[in-house]
């Protein structure tokens, strides 16, 4: 059965991406996003990658009733011997069928307080009030080092 919300989707897809099923993360991408879809490298991420937890952060939207959906969470993994944070706003849609896709997503990664920032396809610039951090104050995003040594 077809997850029934963004979030079980996202949710879903998550254990997709642990347990190597390339073939149901690319199912459950929308029709429009497939075209950027590249296989073998999901592939080779899902094998390298050990995922470690996945943190939903807030929801918007997304229920059985609504036909789109935001889903903000972190997912936590290793890879090459570091752990990483990847950070994602990510757009689900619902089908005249009730069958949710994800869409696209605004990432960020943190390699132990190295922050890249990744942008799939047009996502809307999401704008979020940042609880101010201060510069003695260990990072946001969970390196273990201070802020202004790490994203400040």
Same mark, same amino acid.
């Given at each position: 059965?077809?997850?029934?919300?963004?979030?079980?989707? &996202?949710?879903?897809?998550?254990?997709?991406?642990? &347990?190597?099923?390339?073939?149901?993360?690319? %199912? +459950?991408?929308?029709?429009?996003?497939?075209?950027?879809?590249?296989?073998?490298?999901?592939?080779? =991420?899902?094998?390298?990658?050990?995922?470690?937890?996945?943190?939903?952060?807030?929801?918007? #939207?997304?229920?059985?009733?609504?036909?789109?959906? +935001?889903?903000?969470?972190?997912?936590?993994?290793?890879?090459?011997?570091?752990?990483?944070?990847?950070?994602?706003?990510?757009?689900? #849609?619902?089908?005249? %069928?009730?069958? =949710?896709?994800?869409?696209?997503?605004?990432?960020?990664?943190?390699?132990?307080?190295?922050?890249?920032?990744?942008?799939?396809?047009?996502?809307?610039?999401?704008? #979020?009030?940042?609880?101010?951090?201060? #510069?003695?104050?260990?990072?946001?995003?969970?390196?273990?080092?201070?802020? %202004? %040594?790490?994203?400040?």
């Amino acid at each position: 059965s077809m997850p029934e919300t963004a979030e079980k989707l &996202m949710r879903s897809r998550y254990t997709a991406y642990a &347990m190597n099923n390339v073939d149901y993360i690319e %199912k +459950t991408l929308a029709p429009e996003s497939r075209s950027d879809f590249d296989r073998k490298s999901t592939e080779e =991420w899902a094998v390298k990658a050990t995922w470690k937890g996945l943190k939903v952060i807030s929801t918007k #939207r997304g229920l059985e009733t609504d036909k789109k959906g +935001t889903v903000e969470f972190t997912a936590t993994y290793e890879q090459d011997g570091e752990v990483i944070e990847h950070h994602e706003v990510s757009e689900f #849609r619902k089908n005249d %069928k009730g069958q =949710w896709f994800f869409v696209d997503g605004d990432s960020h990664t943190h390699r132990g307080g190295e922050g890249h920032h990744h942008h799939h396809h047009a996502a809307q610039t999401v704008v #979020r009030e940042e609880p101010k951090v201060g #510069r003695n104050d260990p990072c946001v995003c969970g390196s273990g080092k201070k802020y %202004k %040594k790490c994203c400040g």
